[in-house]
């Protein structure tokens, strides 16, 4: 079955620190890859999106994510966090001919002063 | 543009009820998806309305069912409601296979 992994449920960096969350998704032809955030109680945000073309992809608020489609990852990057970033990342996956999006099950930013 | 917006935000419901939850999509979109988030997890397809019709589902027993209306709006009815139903009901809409934009969510409570 499709499905996304996100293994860290947890993560805490120091304010300033580089952050990088892995996501991994099982095998699947021509995927379009998303990361949403999401504050506590609310909806999600998108932050990026790949559907193809250059691997290398920014979003707001300073991230950034790589596609590697070798390694069936697409890992979401910020050089330099900020107090505001705690939050719950999700990533997800929709598969050529498909019209739903497949989620992770987030991984939780918290962020030290 | 107000965006997606849900109602209600919040409501309590009791074992074996019905429930309505309503969605407006993004202005131009045509498409609309539900989610359920269970708490602590990531959000599960339920499925998708586009042209009124039921486009995809989800692995979702038929209590769960949806209408899409003529102005791209969109009802979740929920029938017979169980306590395992409790989460957070996300609306997305989207133009198509476009990046889907979410709504705030429902909070429902099944005591």
């Known amino acids: 079955a499709q499905s996304v992994t996100q293994p860290d449920i947890h993560i805490t960096v120091s304010e300033g620190a580089s952050l990088e969350l892995r996501c991994n998704y099982s095998?699947?032809?021509?995927?379009?890859l998303f990361w949403y955030v999401q504050s506590p109680g609310q909806g999600l945000q998108l932050l990026l999106k790949?559907?193809?073309?250059?691997?290398l992809v920014q979003g707001i608020k300073g991230f950034e994510a790589e596609f590697k489609r070798s390694q069936s990852s697409f890992n979401l990057r910020k050089p330099s966090v900020h107090w505001s970033d705690a939050a719950e990342y999700f990533c997800?996956?929709?598969?050529?001919?498909?019209?739903?999006?497949?989620f992770g099950s987030g991984t939780r930013l918290l962020v030290r002063p | 543009d107000a965006g997606v917006t849900q109602s209600p935000t919040h409501l309590i419901k009791t074992r074996g009820q019905q429930v309505t939850l309503r969605c407006s999509p993004k202005s131009g979109h045509d498409t609309v998806s539900w989610y359920q988030q269970a708490l602590g997890q990531g959000p599960q397809f339920i499925f998708q309305?586009?042209?009124?019709?039921?486009?995809q589902r989800g692995n979702f027993p038929d209590r769960f069912s949806g209408h899409q209306f003529p102005n791209y709006s969109s009802e979740l009815n929920v029938n017979a409601l169980l306590l395992g139903d409790s989460a957070l009901y996300l609306c997305?809409?989207?133009?198509?296979?476009?990046?889907?934009?979410f709504g705030q969510g429902t909070r429902l409570t099944v005591v």
């Open positions: 309305y586009y042209e009124e019709e039921e486009r």
């Open positions: 997800a996956v929709a598969f050529d001919g498909s019209y739903k999006l497949i």
């Open positions: 790949y559907f193809s073309g250059d691997t």
């Open positions: 997305a809409s989207s133009l198509t296979t476009g990046e889907a934009f």
């Open positions: 095998y699947g032809a021509t995927p379009y």
